[in-house]
């Protein structure tokens, strides 16, 4: 017990604090939770710790969700963008281990206000999806997964424009999400990024990102509206631009 309470990192607590914050965003929103617990851990510690430990935590629930997701994808009509991403996620995994902390830290905080307000105003890909859409989408998903450890929002703004029915939609996206986790451990580990200890502390916490994320599914189911909706997504936007101002200043 010990030798286990030494691999867990300073401050550990305010850890569990963004976990229990983000997974019950997550659990509220369906997504989102990578905006939270990114931006905040990479401010408090370093954005590969961050990418890391959320790569982690996620490992449990992607096992699951994996075959969730089977029952209802529709895997052939998605490839292309699921192997896009898939080649993508190291080539962006490059760019975070050349180039300044700061810089990522930056573009980070950035792009989660981005994606908070295309998700405030709802905005979805008037085009039609075709495989070209769906290769480049894939390729920006790669590449920002990669660098940033946030790839989901374009691949899932792509998937919500593209008509299917909500089961299909759903299952499409959890399965780009296992594949992001699959690609990404494999990235990781061969920059030596994904050390023992980050591993142990993300699957040692997981628990309670499955915990806090069962607990906001329920809040919604229970008293769920756009009001609630709002106070998240203005979360999201506190933490963007606290973020950024901290990496500036």
Known sequence: ME???LILPENYFLIVLVILFSGFIRGFLGFGSGLITIPILSYLYSPVFAMV????IEIPATIYLTYVGAK???FKEISPMFF?????????????VSVNEQLIKIIMSILVI???????????????????????SGVISGLMQGATGMGGPPYATVLLSKGDNDDVTR????????GIVISAIISLYYFNLFTKELLLTGLITSPLY?????????????????????????ALGIIGISTLLGALF
């Open 3 to 5: 030798n286990l309470l």
């Open 53 to 56: 430990f959320n790569i982690a």
């Open 72 to 74: 209802s994808c529709k």
């Open 84 to 96: 896009s991403m898939m080649l993508t996620i190291p080539i962006g995994t490059i760019f975070l």
């Open 114 to 136: 981005f994606f908070v307000v295309l998700i405030a105003t709802g905005w979805k890909l008037k085009a039609a999806v075709t495989n070209y859409v769906l290769t480049i």
């Open 171 to 178: 299952g499409n996206i959890l399965i780009m999400s296992t």
């Open 210 to 234: 499955i915990l806090a994320t069962y607990t906001g599914t329920k809040f919604f189911n229970f008293s769920g509206n756009k009001y609630y909706r709002n106070i998240s997504l203005s």
